[in-house]
């Protein structure tokens, strides 16, 4: 048996993930005087959020004068088909500008309007000019700011460590175990708080923007000691991925392309948008793009690589090539497509989680689990049953914020460090080295990653069928079984089929839930649509998020709860066409 | 599923190995046949390997789209990405060697400690603004423009890994190297900030060991004019401090 020893850090929080979020929870943390640990699974600086392109929503109002918090307060309820929780939307647009202009404050150099002020650009869904942008890098602009405002503030930063266990004492979170990838030693962190910040789900798919670190890792250690996950059918498939050459597929061409003037046409040379939204168009919600994209390929007026075109060039190459300097050398360099000369050719590609952990909505702790809190793309909640472009970075400064302030006011309230079991913790160990004592023929868990990437794909993927479903659940558990007895060859020094070897089970698990929870919803609504119910239901699921926990025995308990009230003043704000969505429920929280 | 056309088998040399106690590289070049498809990088190829061959093969990367820096390597021996390094670029008859970057400790395979580069980050003092109140700050596009260039910098360590000052002279303990002499000058530049860096430049950050040789510039995948449009504006500045006869004066007797 190899060696379970572990070694032991306290801090009084943890924070799993250094993405947008991870940081600024850490640096909110730190802020409040109490000891801060930052956990990443890579590098710092080159969590997901590194890939976030088009720009962060936020109501500054520089370019147009009239949006308020307000209208983005609404768009994000109207772009959620009206299933976000509506506390978290009406927090995330009041505090969105503070906390974009605190970047600046921090020293990112946003593009600037001619009058001297942060640039705000048009994305789909958003009634106003609203995203605070920098070309089309907007994602390494936030995290190189709070990466180097974070290694000032006193936190400590563990890189390429990967924790797999989440530890309780009674109710509460007690820390967290894993191994340091690069020696494949065992650490245990003791904390009072913990803050998951680790991203979503998206290489359970094929094709996806997503990087190598989307296991669902938080999704998966969170369940396992009592958390739930709400509204994990709806899956955001963005518009525009790249399509050729296969390698490449999947590889995000940002939405700032259609927000600088880039047109969508089909084989026949049509701007088909206007068959599915006249009047926005191009920029429409990425849920309806998504699916028009879908059905043109789908009806035979895709493009050559089975996609749909996307053209830019009528900007001009040198408007362009400041506006959208990655897209430019993306496409130029990966696929030998000039986009200043001609059409890129595009097509869906998974890109985000709307659901995820279930957090109260102010403070960001779990349901279930006193002293965890979650924030960013794990966490559930703001974005319903669709994202808007833009609302993911400001999801992640704003909820972060929340987070790391409450997580350590939490961790102040402790006057001892929860008690870790050691048993328990050596368990957990014997379970990470099994993998290594295994048959020498047996499969290795990349084959499992590719065979669940293309079941979630063809039966969990853009468009689901009730059959198709309930094949891809049993399909899953053969994979979980599969997962069990897949070996590891090697040692445990910077291994990535061994640290494949825990992941699997993650996605394997989340790809399940999704699956679950997308069975369950009898209807299509934003980032969910199901061939055999293609309409909306509003009778039966306008006013539901479905919820979905591990039970006792290992299962997973598929169930709904009546979506919270919108305060009287909030409902307010939206007009006679809307008002059948928001005003029928009565719960509270 | 239909084969790809033009799928063609080639041979590739892994470098795999372990780091000694000083972290030297101490391994040997495996070779492995790859069926290679249309338009794959070399990340493409190693991932490849790891599923089919490898299944151990250390490899460090995150995004597979030039986004991230993290899959910097020596390609048939140039320091380059992975993730943006076309096999049909490359010349069909001669097998692909790579290597992990040279300049860092080993850590297995194709994986280097780059830890260095995060401490002299550390010491760097952060950006400095001329007031809190940002209610106030306006400045131009213009102005946003010169530093916008140098933080497009995806820290790919590219550069420091081909300085020769690093490569060759080992001078880890008297130079910041080209990236961080590029963050350096993107708070210098920075309208809004107030800190002086010049003494740090010149002493800590060794600037006068870059003798101008480029080969930064020539490697950096984001295009950045290091030693054009960071080094040798900061070069300047640490001149007109220390070496200008009249500026001398004038700060010695507290007139910036």
């Known amino acids: 048996m190899m060696s379970v020893h572990y070694e032991t850090k306290t801090y009084d929080v943890l924070v799993i993930g250094a993405g947008g979020a991870g940081l600024r929870a850490a640096i909110e943390a730190s802020s409040q005087g109490v000891s801060v640990a930052l956990v990443t699974k890579s590098l710092l600086g080159k969590a997901h959020t590194v890939m976030a392109e088009g720009g962060m929503a936020a109501a500054l109002s520089y370019v147009d004068a009239d949006d308020c918090w307000q209208a983005h307060y609404k768009d994000t309820i109207r772009g959620g088909k009206y299933l976000s929780n509506y506390r978290m939307a009406e927090l995330h647009a009041k505090e969105a500008p503070e906390r974009v202009k605190e970047l600046e404050k921090w020293g990112a150099v946003f593009d600037r309007t001619p009058d001297g002020r942060i640039l705000q650009r048009p994305f789909g869904g958003h009634t106003y000019r609203r995203l605070a942008h920098v070309g089309d890098r907007t994602g390494l602009e936030l995290i190189r700011t709070l990466q180097d405002k974070g290694i000032h503030c006193g936190i400590d930063v563990h890189m390429e460590c990967t924790m797999t266990h989440l530890l309780k004492d009674g109710d509460q979170v007690a820390g967290a175990f894993g191994y340091w990838r690069e020696s494949g030693r065992f650490i245990l962190i003791n904390a009072k708080s913990v803050i998951l910040c680790t991203g979503g789900i998206g290489k359970a798919y094929k094709v996806t923007s997503n990087s190598w670190e989307y296991t669902a890792d938080g999704q998966a250690m969170a369940m396992k000691i009592g958390a739930e996950l709400i509204d994990m059918e709806f899956l955001q498939f963005h518009p525009t991925g790249m399509v050729c050459p296969p390698s490449v597929k999947g590889i995000l061409v940002t939405e700032a392309v259609r927000g600088e003037g880039g047109k969508l046409t089909n084989a026949l040379g049509e701007r088909f948008m206007k068959n599915y939204d006249p009047e926005r168009m191009e920029l429409s919600t990425r849920d309806i793009v998504s699916k028009a994209i879908y059905t043109e390929v789908k009806e035979g007026r895709g493009s050559p690589n089975g996609g749909v075109f996307l053209d830019i060039s009528h900007r001009g190459a040198d408007y362009i090539k400041r506006k959208l300097p990655s897209m430019y050398h993306q496409f130029l360099e990966l696929g030998d497509v000039d986009i200043t000369k001609g059409p890129m050719e595009v097509g869906p590609t998974m890109h985000y989680t709307m659901g995820g952990v279930r957090v109260h909505p102010e403070t960001q702790e779990v349901l279930n689990v006193t002293g965890l809190y979650a924030a960013g793309e794990v966490s559930g909640g703001l974005h319903g049953g669709n994202r808007l472009g833009g609302n993911s970075l400001s999801d992640l400064i704003v909820f972060g914020q929340r987070a790391g302030k409450h997580a350590a006011e939490f961790a102040k309230q402790q006057t001892v460090l929860p008690k870790i079991n050691d048993e328990e913790v050596k368990g957990y160990a014997e379970e990470l080295v099994a993998p290594f004592e295994r048959d020498s023929k047996a499969e290795t868990p990349y084959q499992i990653q590719a065979d669940l990437q293309d079941l979630m794909a063809n039966k969990v993927g853009i468009v689901r069928e009730e059959q198709g479903l309930k094949e891809a659940i049993e399909e899953l558990q053969v994979m979980k079984a599969r997962a069990k007895v897949a070996r590891v060859d090697g040692s445990r020094a910077y291994n990535p089929g061994w640290h494949l070897s825990h992941d699997i089970h993650n996605m394997i698990l989340v790809g399940e839930v999704v699956a679950r929870a997308a069975l369950q919803r009898t209807e299509s609504r934003g980032g969910h649509t199901r061939l055999d119910h293609i309409e909306p239901d509003n009778e039966q699921w306008r006013f539901v998020n479905s919820t979905i926990r591990l039970n006792g025995s290992g299962e997973l308990d598929v169930s709904t709860y009546e979506k919270p009230q919108m305060d009287a003043a909030l409902r307010d704000l939206f007009d006679k066409s809307d008002e059948l969505a928001i005003t029928k429920s009565k719960q509270k929280i | ?256």
């Open chain 2, 1 to 256: 599923m239909m084969m790809s056309l033009g799928v063609v088998d080639r041979e590739f040399h892994v470098f795999r190995g372990l780091p000694d106690a000083d972290g030297e590289h101490i391994g040997e070049v495996k070779s492995f046949t790859v069926p290679v498809q249309p338009g794959w990088v070399v990340l493409d190829a190693l991932l490849y390997l790891q599923a089919h061959n490898a299944p151990d093969l250390a490899i460090r990367w995150n995004c597979k789209a030039a986004k991230c820096g993290s899959c910097a390597a020596e390609i048939n021996g140039l320091p380059s990405l992975m993730c943006k390094t076309r096999l049909d670029h490359m010349p069909l008859d001669k097998p692909v060697l790579v290597r992990p970057m040279r300049t860092f400790p080993l850590i297995k395979d194709l994986v280097t400690d780059v830890s260095w580069n995060y401490e002299i980050n550390k010491r760097i003092t952060p950006f400095t603004p001329y007031n809190d109140d940002q209610s106030t700050w306006r400045y131009f596009q213009e102005d946003a423009d010169r530093v916008q260039e140098f933080r497009k910098c995806i820290e790919c360590f590219l550069c420091q890994n081909s300085c020769h000052v690093i490569r060759h002279h080992r001078k880890f303990n008297h130079f910041a190297g080209p990236r961080f002499l590029v963050r350096l000058a993107s708070l210098e530049m920075h309208p809004l900030d107030v800190a002086d860096r010049i003494p740090f430049i010149k002493e800590e950050a060794g600037i006068g060991l870059c003798n101008i040789t480029k080969c930064c510039t020539e490697r950096c995948p984001e295009d950045i004019r290091i030693t054009d449009n960071a080094i040798i504006p900061l070069k300047e500045r640490v001149v007109d401090r220390y070496y200008d006869p009249i500026t001398m004066l004038l700060h010695k007797i507290g007139i910036k």
